[in-house]
């Protein structure tokens, strides 16, 4: 059973940044896709970029090209998220996931973080 524990949420104001990390301390993730998805209040969850173990191919929403950028350590076995320019618009409950594919990061058999909230106050 995997078992994803975010952190580096908090309030940052526009155009600041912040670090997200997702970890899972008993086991190695090495097997799966990683994701970030976010949920703003009152919105559908979006996935806002993911990454493979293997590739590293990156895959990002365009709202977030060219000011997110996701990595992983394999040494450390976690997934970053690193968050710059932040806007208001990028205020959300921030989760991380793993599943053995992409198309499968949406489905049943993918694992959830507890979410970890942003917000970019104006």
């Known amino acids: 059973q995997v078992h994803l524990v975010e952190s580096g949420g908090g309030l940052v104001q526009t155009g600041g940044s912040l670090r997200l990390s997702c970890a899972d301390p008993g086991r190695t993730l090495s097997a799966y896709v990683m994701g970030w998805f976010r949920q703003a209040p009152g919105k559908e969850r979006e996935r806002v970029a993911d990454i493979s173990w293997s590739g590293p191919s990156t895959y990002y929403t365009d709202s977030v090209k060219g000011r997110f950028t996701i990595s992983r350590d394999t040494a450390k076995n976690t997934v970053y998220l690193q968050m710059d320019s932040l806007k208001p618009e990028d205020t959300a409950v921030y989760y991380c996931?793993?599943?053995?594919?992409?198309?499968?990061?949406?489905?049943?058999?993918?694992?959830w973080g507890q979410g970890t909230h942003v917000t970019v106050s104006s």
């Open positions: 996931a793993a599943a053995i594919s992409r198309a499968l990061m949406t489905g049943q058999s993918a694992y």
